[in-house]
């Protein structure tokens, strides 16, 4: 609850001024019954017409009074509702970009859109019904009941009896109703997660003519969750009837006992239809009691899924330029002093073991090794992705957990190994790199990761549209376009995991010339498979089973390193041996 403190604070003056326009609606509406009693007893009864004009005339006005309170309600819970809910989605999105990888990977990505869609909707529903009927109808209950025990102390006993039963009901339909409702959330998660999936590899399914089989998957899914809601709505909608049932059994008491009572001469008429109405009433707000609770069950489970996101605690701390200890001065000198690494933390299996080695500005260091061998992991280590389980990295002789994170990542371009666009034109993503670069730098850019050539012959240029994920680009051109956005940024570190993998080997001989031109001043990390592709590096790091085996250039490797001469062997031909005896 303390995670909607602050959404209290910001809305409870006017979540309070709805109350009051609920109240004033509430309180028009119990009164309406009152004046129809007049009319009858004293009005009609009497044959008196100027009595049934001054009480209609009070009933007019307590209508207009209840219409303008209802009209300026459902204004302000409107306006309410959607503001909490736009409000608590962009704060559930900046809890989610502010997360380490660490923290992220505890959930499923399907899960976190739900939780953002589905489950902010419910809460926002909620409130706008809290505003709304879900008020009123407690208000006309207990003011119904206090109003309908004023006029008739005697038939009163009839709801005494009723109304216990009910709550009874409401209490019995939130307990079973809470954990079945989590159950139908939990299956609206793995749904989510299986159309995500199959979209992401449509290409795959039909290459591999499996769409009969993603079908199955998904109507397996699908059938689960059809079940899962209908037992849910099977259970809670026996609850609406039977409290409608309990409240009519008990109205027809009322007219009988009230009957009998009339009869007798010890009750008027008027006040058995007052009566009647005011059972109306208390069965109207006990029947949308239940829908409430209906709906707060399913918010509720909804509200827990949101804490569990707002509630994790990041165990990376991100220093901001305030809090940071040291600034990262100079250039992007990179340093590995006796680092481990493991994604479970300190009692985990390590995937990086005792690492150590440095690379100074202007330098090209390549790691190659077979795969699962750590590469990539190592290079997250240094824009803070993860924080290291043991040891240290340093930029500028400076331990990155005593900097500012955003200054951090500010000196850091990266290359991913799966290249990732967004959906719009292709200046927009390369200016990811940069946001105020020019046009002539997004044009310098292209032409050093060899792009600029392909972009120029598209109908619209650098105009042309992205579709979603880069589906109307090759591999390889999404690959130069992420080396574009990369090199516009012009940092300090330039980290390339194996991003050319999808290149010719001339598009790729070319890219590497132009990075070496540009980034003679730069720390360039090259993660890559070939040995083509790191043979020219000033370094060589292999790595085997998270920990490194050789270091050194080229040569020195082919002599020394049995790991690299496997890899050049696996790749090049046997002519390795004749070189490596020489």
């Not at 749904?191 to 397996?220: Q, W």
């Not at 009566?275 to 949308?288: A, D, E, K, P, R």
């Not at 090199?487 to 010339?513: G, H, M, V, W, Y």
Request: with cysteine.
């Amino acid at each position: 609850m303390q995670h909607m403190t602050k959404y209290i604070r910001k809305y409870g003056l006017l979540f309070t001024f709805c109350v009051l326009l609920v109240s004033v609606e509430a309180l028009a509406d119990l009164l309406q019954p009152t004046m129809m009693s007049h009319i009858v007893d004293e009005g009609v009864a009497n044959k008196e017409m100027d009595k049934v004009l001054h009480f209609g005339g009070y009933m007019l006005l307590i209508t207009l009074g209840g219409a303008i309170a209802a009209s300026g309600r459902n204004i302000v819970s409107s306006i309410v509702s959607q503001r909490f809910g736009a409000e608590l989605r962009q704060d559930l999105f900046e809890k989610i970009q502010g997360l380490s990888f660490e923290s992220v990977d505890r959930f499923d990505r399907a899960s976190l859109v739900t939780r953002l869609t589905n489950d902010v909707t419910q809460v926002q529903n909620f409130v706008n019904g809290m505003m709304r009927i879900f008020v009123k109808a407690p208000m006309l209950c207990i003011g119904g009941f206090i109003m309908a025990f004023r006029l008739n102390p005697y038939l009163s006993i009839v709801l005494m009896i009723v109304i216990p039963i009910v709550g009874l009901m409401i209490v019995l339909n939130m307990k079973v109703g809470l954990p079945l409702f989590l159950k139908v959330q939990n299956a609206l998660d793995r749904l989510n997660g299986v159309m995500r999936e199959y979209l992401s590899g449509v290409r795959v399914v039909k290459a591999f003519n499996r769409f009969d089989l993603e079908v199955d998957k998904f109507n397996g899914i699908n059938k689960q969750y059809e079940e899962r809601s209908t037992s849910a709505q099977r259970v809670m909608s026996v609850f609406g009837p039977a409290v409608t049932l309990t409240m009519n059994i008990g109205i027809v008491a009322v007219i009988w006992l009230g009957g009998i009572r009339v009869n007798n001469g010890h009750t008027q008429v008027g006040h058995i239809i007052a009566f009647v109405n005011y059972m109306t009433q208390i069965l109207f707000s006990l029947t949308t009691m239940t829908m409430i609770f209906n709906m707060f069950v399913r918010a509720k489970a909804s509200t827990g899924r949101i804490v569990q996101v707002l509630a994790e605690t990041n165990p990376m701390t991100n220093l901001t330029r305030q809090s940071a200890v040291k600034e990262l001065k100079g250039k992007g000198a990179i340093e590995f002093d006796n680092v481990s690494f493991s994604y479970d933390g300190p009692e985990g299996e390590p995937v990086l073991k005792s690492i150590s080695f440095s690379c100074q500005p202007g330098e090209t260091v390549a790691i190659i090794g077979s795969t699962g061998s750590g590469k990539s992991t190592l290079v997250n280590l240094i824009p803070r992705f993860y924080d290291v389980t043991e040891g240290e990295v340093r930029i500028n002789g400076i331990n990155i957990r005593e900097a500012d994170t955003h200054e951090l990542r500010e000196k850091i371009a990266i290359v991913p190994q799966k290249s990732v666009l967004f959906t719009g034109p292709v200046v927009d993503n390369i200016r990811i790199g940069k946001q105020d670069a020019s046009m002539e730098e997004v044009v310098d850019a292209a032409k050093m990761a060899s792009a600029h050539s392909f972009v120029s012959e598209l109908p619209e240029q650098y105009n042309t549209m992205i579709g979603q994920g880069g589906v109307n680009f090759s591999g390889g051109q999404k690959q130069r376009i992420s080396i574009a956005r990369a090199l516009i940024r012009k940092p300090d570190i330039l980290i390339l995991d194996d991003c050319t993998s999808a290149l010719d080997s001339a598009t790729e001989a070319s890219i590497k010339r132009a990075i070496n031109e540009y980034a003679k001043d730069v720390t360039c990390l090259l993660i890559a498979q070939r040995i083509s592709s790191v043979k020219d590096a000033s370094t060589i790091i292999v790595m085997d089973d998270g920990e490194i085996v050789g270091m050194g250039n080229h040569d020195r490797l082919m002599r020394d390193c049995m790991v690299y001469q496997e890899i050049y062997r696996s790749q090049i031909g046997k002519e390795v041996d004749n070189h490596a005896s020489a």
